[in-house]
């Protein structure tokens, strides 16, 4: 018997959905509704999916709404806490905000407060090496009962696990949710970020969702399954290692510009280490200062730091609109929205080619977000290409890259359906091949 799955993807402007017969992975049809986060967001999900006209036998979500998942990480040594962030917050979906190195002081915990985290990623320490500084920053933790939306930030604990029990203890006594789960540094010089990625998402999907008050009861966070850009990633992922090439996705949103890249490794990146393949291959980086409505004047402020234009006046009246008024729907291939867009993806692509991967190779560059999604084909894939053609800093970009636009949500869809539906997934992501 078939089975219709709506698969929605909860944005900070729109909600989108998407209906897949699992047994075929045919797309039956898609929707969308601005989300409604003013009032509570299963309005907007509710509408989205039934204007797709079709009864779904079950409904799956991944949000970003409310500002997506942010991630604090408080840890030991400022290199090494910042890369597992880094290594922790990628397939998590998570947004790293702060990191925070060494004994926490009150200067540092005013800092940690001030970037609202969601959730505090709490390092420290090989398994039997120093737990003082641990030690220290759990206590300090747990006697400042931070807290956002009403709700103590949860701490996921991955430190040292001769001090695991006590401090998960400490941390629980005084009222702050905590999970602990296995050191994403065990050893020096091994990075295990496994562990602490599945309790982060366990802890966005128990705690976040309910923490941002995006809605009244406990339905909505029954049926989100993921972080947005954890289900994107998935999807990415599924498809790079299907079709074996290099591939890039640049996802321009309402609040941010995420760029995710899915490199196949061969004999002539063989001189990359190992331990660091995690990061090479399968990379993403959020920028959260570049959307086209709650962020674009930070789209503006970034274009002149990185001189892309000569100053703000050309740009900034419109951006401020636009932050202004987040749900502005404009008008089909409207200018303004689309130099806003094509400057957010520029910088972002930048950003992402700098933190790493090398792009020379990609083939497929596919687009994703409203601005790309919901105007011609040919408007969305100007604003790739302009951003694509940006060599001027000498970053490994693509070459002659072939470029689509996801005008039908189909990288969520399948990164909510890959673990059960593979088959399912693979056939939608088709599409994009």
């Known amino acids: 018997m078939s089975v219709k799955i709506a698969c929605v993807d909860v944005g900070s402007t729109f909600t989108k959905a998407a209906v897949v017969d699992t047994d075929t992975g045919a797309l039956l049809a898609t929707a969308s509704h601005p989300t409604t986060v003013e009032s509570d967001v299963l ?22 709404a409310g500002g997506g998942l942010r ?64 030690t220290h920053n759990a206590t300090r933790l747990a006697r400042s009962r931070l807290s956002a939306g009403g709700h103590r930030v949860p701490v996921v604990l991955a430190g040292n696990q001769d001090v695991r029990t006590e401090l ?6 005084a009222g702050t949710p905590v999970t602990a789960t296995e050191n994403v540094l065990p050893r020096i ?20 969702i309910g923490g941002k008050r995006l809605s009244k009861g406990p339905r909505f966070a029954s049926l989100v399954r993921a972080a947005t850009p954890d289900a994107v990633l998935r999807g990415v992922e599924l498809l790079g ?8 996705v640049v996802d321009v949103g309402g609040a941010t510009c995420d760029v995710y890249s899915v490199l196949t490794p061969d004999a002539e990146r063989a001189h990359v280490r190992a331990e660091a393949a995690g990061t ?43 932050a202004s008024e987040p749900g502005l729907v404009a008008g089909p291939d409207d200018p303004l929205d689309g130099r806003i867009a094509a400057l ?44 694509l053609a940006d060599t001027a800093g000498g970053w ?38």
């Open 396 to 433: 490994a970009l693509p070459r002659d890259p072939t470029v689509v636009i996801d005008s039908a949500y189909v990288l969520a869809a399948a990164g909510l359906l890959a673990d059960d539906h593979p088959g399912a997934a693979l056939a939608l992501l088709g599409s994009l091949r």
């Open 344 to 387: 957010a993806a520029t910088v972002a692509v930048r950003r992402h080619a700098r933190s790493g991967p090398d792009l020379r190779d990609v083939r497929l560059v596919i687009g994703s977000g409203g601005v790309l999604r919901h105007n011609s084909p040919s408007f969305g894939r100007d604003i790739l290409r302009s951003a």
């Open 168 to 173: 998960r203890t400490l941390l629980a006594e």
């Open 189 to 208: 010089g091994v990075l295990e970020p496994g562990p602490a990625r599945a309790a982060i998402r366990e802890v966005f999907l128990q705690h976040v």
């Open 241 to 248: 290692d299907e079709l074996g090439q290099d591939l890039l």
């Open 71 to 134: 991630l604090a990480v408080v840890g030991y040594e400022a290199l090494v806490t910042a890369q597992a962030g880094h290594r922790v917050g990628l397939s998590a979906g998570a947004k790293v905000v702060h990191v925070a190195a060494g004994p926490l002081d009150t200067a540092g915990l005013a800092a940690l407060r001030s970037a609202y985290p969601d959730v505090i990623l709490l390092v420290g320490g090989t398994d039997g090496g120093d737990a003082e500084v641990l």
């Open 43 to 64: 309005h907007g999900l509710d509408a989205a999916v039934a204007a797709t006209g079709i009864a779904c036998d079950e409904v799956r979500v991944c949000s970003s």
């Open 280 to 322: 090479l291959w399968r990379s993403r980086t959020v920028e959260g200062d570049l959307g086209m409505r709650w962020s674009a004047p930070g789209v503006v402020s970034a274009a002149v730091s990185e001189r892309l234009i000569p100053d703000a006046e050309e740009l900034s009246a419109g951006a401020s609109l636009r």
